[in-house]
């Protein structure tokens, strides 16, 4: 038998349109993000047309500023179900944070001790679930949907009812205007979620670290076969999320300068409804920061168009949202099926 | 060629598993720049000395040296790190991320702890165009078949620890182009001095590709030999360590076949069949006790065709027959009742639950036809498993051990005794020789025949042409999912004429 080995090995691919389609379709794995964001335009400029004032920058900036938490809760999220896992727990560790905060700097510990101690806390809560969820192979379901009960009970524990915030530098914090342009302004809350979403976006495409989530998420079996720390990357994913959790509580007792153990209650399921609206898919391996961002504007838009139209329930939210996973779980496994 | 020392030797590897001993003094040696073929039934050893050249058991007795050095692996890692990669029948890579990356994730070139990806994807490219193989580095690994998977694992594995390479069944899922793909790659590697430890269950590509063989049985060494100097029968009967009885009687058999002509009654009939993107319409009919082969390439529609005519998927052109009656199968319960059983191709996923005993797994079929509500009484059960585990010499004979400790052609004969309890008229096997050894092989062939000469019809699937050959009465060709071709199995039709067929399409 003669050599075919300068044979261009696509051909012999099953699928043979594969190579050629990409000429005129975008990549499969680009599809949902796409989705989303023709979405997120298509109500946007529908907000533009019918409502008066709606195309002010003020709308957008205030998309940042209101979501600020959820944005940087989705964050954490994203690398969790990236790996194929859930983190059900961060609605929890964000009262239990905001109510620690509240507690100590009432008791006058320093903020600048509080605010380490109480991220630190979040991240070792994190650690723990991701340690449970890889050395005893629980569920992650499981193992987080057990931290939730432990935060939220903690949070409980420490005090039931909201707690006002007098210290000095948080205050500040939460009067700190910034100002864009003229008329737009933004809080420091904002500019720290964009911030957490430009450093994870960096980590998930540029780092080792970041590929790794990728890897496990795709196959766990493999990556471990191949050699990556898989035991270290999904007890950091966790922990990352713990910490995003915590960082959000932060926040939302700067917003709101008080703290309270039943605040953040369903953030966990606004933030996977979020990422799933953004694409990243919930058997792991694909998704990306950008598009879990863009989940929490479609959310957030949804909410400024109910509140410009001024005479619609507000419960209009959870059913768009609703109808709008739906979709979008059906489009992710038309996609997968057909990358198949 | 002058002989150069071994770059791994082991010597009197022992190694006991819990009422069983495994490997028993076993000598391997490979050296640079060959392909060693290790070969023996299922059972025999070579997968438990595989893992213990990988690390991943440890050895009771004897020792290993790589280049010179005593070696005493605990993990995959380790003797990945020493020089030894393994690329498995299933590719373990992450079909998620791109081409590059999976040759480099772990390694991936940094600068500032930034990953390179332009350098990565420069450095892939200029990996695999060494193989020969041009391919889309940042594409996605999904998007490829699984042959070019299986490249991009070598190429890998090579670029990891270039001294030993061991390949694990790795043209099993792969059709002839793709495997001669495959062989040119091991050739260039072969050339670059990489010593290669090649496993296949297919005799022909062990003769085409190997320098060398090592043959195992129970556990124990049978020899090494050049393999030029071995003709095939010695080597099958160094393996199995019998005369080939079994497989005589069935050449027997197919002189008779090819005598008997088909007046019996007609069982199914397709008349142009189809369902759109899996198989093309096709007419075919089934009498009783007539065997039907499939012959053709992986994805010609084999399967495709076998599934329609369970109903596993739904036919969206023409019509079905069963018995003179026309049909339409709703779904797999509908063509139970109507006597048809199909014992699927991959008995891992579909078939065997693993988890279950080997009684729990051959009464399923029977339970579920009878519905959950009437459950098999116990006693009749156990009559059944051991009438069924007697005929077709299931081994160990024990209906209570768990399927998944059984090797691969007992746990497709368990498969097949589920659907025979049944007692169908018309039994649709799938592949049911892939990945079993010689032995289990022939046993199955030989029930295929036992079973028709009794009266039932067998669509029998398979890759390979000698055993579609040797047991059809006569020969359904599919061809880019169509059915191109339908060869009564006479005087005159072998292996080539069906080649042909495939390779060109219909002649009439």
Redesign the interface.
């Known amino acids: 038998m003669t050599t075919i080995d300068a044979t261009p090995a696509t051909n012999k691919s099953p699928s043979p349109t594969n190579p050629r389609r990409r000429v005129y379709l975008p990549h499969t794995k680009y599809i949902p993000i796409l989705a989303t964001l023709t979405l997120l335009l298509i109500m946007y400029f529908t907000g533009v047309a019918n409502y008066e004032n709606f195309g002010q920058p003020s709308v957008v900036v205030n998309l940042f500023r209101d979501n600020a938490v959820l944005i940087v809760v989705a964050v954490g999220m994203t690398f969790v179900i990236i790996t194929g896992g859930i983190d059900l727990s961060v609605g929890a560790v964000i009262s239990m944070t905001t109510t620690l905060t509240a507690t100590l700097l009432q008791a006058g510990w320093p903020p600048l001790v509080v605010l380490p101690t109480v991220l630190l806390l979040g991240s070792l809560l994190g650690m723990g679930m991701g340690a449970v969820i890889h050395y005893f192979k629980v569920e992650p379901f499981i193992a987080t949907l057990a931290g939730l009960f432990l935060a939220r009970g903690i949070a409980l524990f420490i005090n039931q009812s909201s707690i006002p915030i007098r210290d000095k530098l948080w205050k500040a914090l939460s009067e700190y205007r910034i100002v864009l342009a003229d008329g737009v302004v933004t809080k420091i809350t904002s500019v720290t979620a964009v911030v957490v979403v430009l450093i994870a976006a960096a980590v998930l495409a540029w780092t080792r670290f970041g590929r790794n989530v990728y890897a496990i998420g795709g196959n766990a079996d493999s990556a471990l076969l191949m050699g990556l720390p898989v035991g270290r990357t999904k007890i950091a994913v966790y922990t990352l999320s713990g910490f995003c959790a915590a960082l959000g509580g932060v926040l939302f007792s700067i917003n709101s300068t008080s703290g309270w153990a039943l605040q953040g209650q369903g953030l966990e399921l606004d933030a996977i409804a979020a990422c799933v609206i953004g694409g990243v898919l919930l058997t792991g391996g694909s998704g990306y920061v950008f598009g879990s961002l863009l989940g929490v504007m479609v959310y957030g838009l949804i909410q400024t168009i109910i509140t410009f139209q001024g005479d619609l329930n507000a419960a209009w939210t959870r059913i768009i949202v609703g109808l709008l996973l739906f979709g979008f779980i059906v489009l992710q496994r038309v996609v997968t099926r057909r990358a198949r | 060629m002058g002989e150069p020392s071994p770059v791994l030797e082991m010597t009197g590897i022992r190694k006991v598993f819990p009422g069983v001993v495994a490997l028993d003094g076993v000598d391997f040696r490979l050296f640079p720049g060959e392909i060693h073929a290790l070969m023996g039934e299922n059972g025999a050893g070579k997968s438990t000395l595989i893992k213990v050249l990988t690390g991943v058991y440890e050895i009771d007795g004897g020792g290993i040296t790589l280049g010179g050095e005593q070696v005493d692996f605990t993990g995959?890692?380790q003797s990945?790190k020493a020089g030894v990669s393994t690329v498995y029948q299933e590719?373990?890579?992450?079909?998620?991320?791109t081409v590059a990356?999976n040759i480099f994730?772990?390694r991936?070139p940094?600068k500032f702890?930034?990953?390179q990806?332009g350098l990565m994807r420069k450095r892939a490219a200029a990996l695999l165009a060494r193989l020969?193989?041009?391919?889309?580095v940042s594409?996605?690994l999904?998007?490829?078949?699984l042959?070019?998977q299986q490249?991009v694992a070598i190429a890998?594995a090579v670029d990891v620890s270039a001294r030993v390479l061991i390949l694990d069944e790795p043209t099993s899922s792969l059709d002839a182009?793709?495997v001669?793909?495959l062989f040119?790659i091991m050739r260039?590697l072969k050339d670059d001095g990489v010593a290669i430890l090649f496993v296949s269950h297919f005799l022909d590509q062990v003769y085409e590709i190997s320098d060398r063989l090592t043959v195992l049985r129970n556990g124990q060494l049978i020899g090494e030999y050049k393999t030029a100097d071995l003709p095939q029968v010695q080597l099958v009967e160094k393996m199995i360590g019998k005369e080939l009885a079994v497989l005589e009687d069935l050449e027997d058999r197919s002189q008779r076949i090819r005598a008997k002509t088909g007046d019996a009654a007609p069982i199914l009939s397709a008349t142009g069949l189809g369902r759109t993107g899996a198989i093309a319409p096709f007419d075919l009919t089934i009498h009783e006790g007539e065997v039907v082969g499939l012959a053709g390439l992986l994805?010609s529609g084999r399967t495709e065709l076998a599934r329609l005519l369970f109903g596993a998927d739904r036919a969206d052109s023409g019509s079905l027959q069963i018995d003179g009656k026309d049909v339409t199968l709703r779904g797999p319960q509908a063509a139970m009742k109507r006597g048809i059983a199909f014992s699927s191709e991959n008995r891992r996923t579909e078939g065997i639950l693993g988890d279950l005993t080997v009684r729990e797994n051959i009464i399923l079929a029977l339970q579920a036809s009878r519905g959950w509500t009437r459950p098999i009484p116990r006693r009749r059960q156990d009559e059944l498993v051991d009438k069924y585990i007697k005929a077709l010499q299931i081994r160990p004979a024990d209906p209570e051990r768990e399927v998944r400790n059984l090797s691969g052609g007992n746990q497709q004969k368990v498969l097949l005794a589920r659907w025979l309890i049944t007692e169908p008229r018309l039994l649709i096997i799938d592949e049911p020789t892939r990945g079993i050894d010689v032995g289990a092989k022939a046993e199955i062939q030989k029930l295929v025949a036992e079973l028709s000469d009794g009266g039932m019809a067998v669509l029998f699937v398979s890759a390979e042409l000698e055993e579609v050959l040797r047991l059809s009465h006569k020969i359904e060709v599919l061809r880019d999912r169509r059915l191109v071709e339908e060869l009564e199995n006479t005087e005159g039709v072998d292996a080539d004429r069906i080649m042909q067929t495939i390779a060109s399409g219909a002649t009439s």
Do not use: F, K
């Open positions: 995959p890692l990945q590719v373990n890579l992450c079909t998620n991320l990356e994730i772990g991936e940094r702890g930034r990953i990806w020969d193989l041009n391919i889309d594409a996605t999904d998007t490829y078949s042959a070019i490249m890998r182009s793709e001669a793909q040119t260039r994805g």
